[in-house]
């Protein structure tokens, strides 16, 4: 399948080295000295051996984060000098671009060269976006008229505050960008940080905890506790200390992180499932359109939250679209993420591979006609073939649930009321693409859909300064933009009398 790999040396080094975990600016095993393995996605062999912290560590790691949060070294420093080790991180990260590019590819599967376009400089551009925030988390001056104390004078203003000790959870789809969007506002409103990185795809989380080392934040503001989500993530979620707890992954963990922060009543940030619709009036530029909505559900293996995995074609342009987006499916070169000539990686676990390959059969059995694509490729590693399911009916599973795979259901429309409510008939609202050159239709049609981002003319375009994420049962709370800020905040209003 591949022909030559290109692998950074020293990614590859980093791999195969004895693992520890970040405690307390320590480097350290599990307290219990277990271990678990992590897989090439390319060819399924064991890729790195990891301690599999448990409760113990990370009661450990939420110690030293609270002590870390209150120890003058972080609590008085001034948020210009926050912002400094910030932005700092994030050069750090473009000095070492190809290195934790080539750490994405070896874990997650993704090719080196999309890693090395999108994930590491968006991480990149996540801290030093944040990092101007530090000097700007203001509160207001506030004038009071308090009826019960008519002949009193007020000055009253509002502080904010960091939320304290913050536990984050992460998927395995963006390994080190997860980490940036997460500990980017964590660290711009100064609080302190437990990280748990997917078992997946720890390699890259690993790797950024030296590099926040280098970069001079004092120990145990940022701790990174890998394991197992059920050994690990659970005591984190539940544990007592933890004042906010900020999940990406799938709705069902989604769902017993909010029970397991009930006890406690810590604050709850989620970034869950999508099945993001697709619309594509015949009026769209065919020539952007067709790759663009095909590129919605194939970048990154399908294994993207917000990707476009439902698409509605007017019907007039159904049969052209149809064949447009089969040509770009068998021209993308599926093969090992090392490989430059690769478009297309293996999926990211064993787990996944399964997943897919499940609602193959789920798509066939339910009658929907594959126009390409619909198998494994090969016996070794995680490779499937980018594939476009037509005809879809709307109460099939392929249609309604997340398959996080590159896998898109195809349907034709007429009337766009019908078109709305279908596109609107989902637990999900994470994100939507609408494809038109009337400006009306398009103005209309992001009004009308229930979703956290409304993309036109374009899909999966970010950037630090925008939020993301879900409605409904797609989430709690946006990242990053101003708006995440207020995740890691909490106000106090002082008021004097004078
Ligand atoms: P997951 O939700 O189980 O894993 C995500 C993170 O949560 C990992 O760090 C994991 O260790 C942790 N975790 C797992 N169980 C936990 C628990 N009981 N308490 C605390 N933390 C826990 O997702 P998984 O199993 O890797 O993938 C399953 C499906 O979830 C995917 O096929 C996809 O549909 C969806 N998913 C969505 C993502 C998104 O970006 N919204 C990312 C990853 C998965
Ligand atoms: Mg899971």
Known sequence: ?????????????????????????????????????????????VLAVLPAGDSEDIDRAVKTARAALEHPSWRDMHPAQRGKLIHKLGDLILEHADELATLETLDNGKPFAVARAADIPLAADLFHYMAGWATKLNGGTISLSVPYMPDSKFHAYTLREPIG??????????PLLMAAWKLGPALTTGCTVVLKP???????????????????????????VTGLG????????????VDKIAFTGSTDVGKLIVHAAADNLKKVSLELGGKSPNLLFDDADMAAAVPGVANAVFFNQGQVCCAGSRLYVQDKVYDEVLQGMSDVAKSVKVGNGLDPETDMGPLTSQEQLDRVTGYLSIGEQEGARTVTGGNRIGSRGYFVEPTILADTDHNMRVVQEEIFGPVISVAPFKDVEDLTRKANDSHYGLAAGVWTKDLSKAHRAAAAIKAGTVWVNCFNVFDAALPFGGFKQSGWGREMGAEVLENYLQVKAVTIQI
Not at 11 to 20: E, I, V
Not at 165 to 174: A, D, H, R
Not at 234 to 241: I, K, W
Request: net charge negative.
């Open 1 to 45: 399948m591949s022909s030559q790999l290109q692998a950074h040396p020293g990614a590859t080094a980093f791999a195969a080295r004895q693992h520890s975990m970040l405690i307390g600016g320590q480097w350290v095993q599990a307290a219990h000295g277990k271990t678990f393995e992590t897989h090439d996605p390319a060819t399924g062999e």
């Open 165 to 174: 000790v913050v536990g984050q959870i992460i998927p395995w789809n963006f």
């Open 198 to 224: 997917a078992e997946q795809t720890p390699l890259s989380a690993l790797r950024l905890g030296e590099l926040i080392q280098e970069a001079g934040f004092p120990d145990g503001v940022v701790n990174i």
């Open 230 to 241: 059920e050994d690990a993530g659970a005591p984190l979620a539940a544990h007592p200390d």
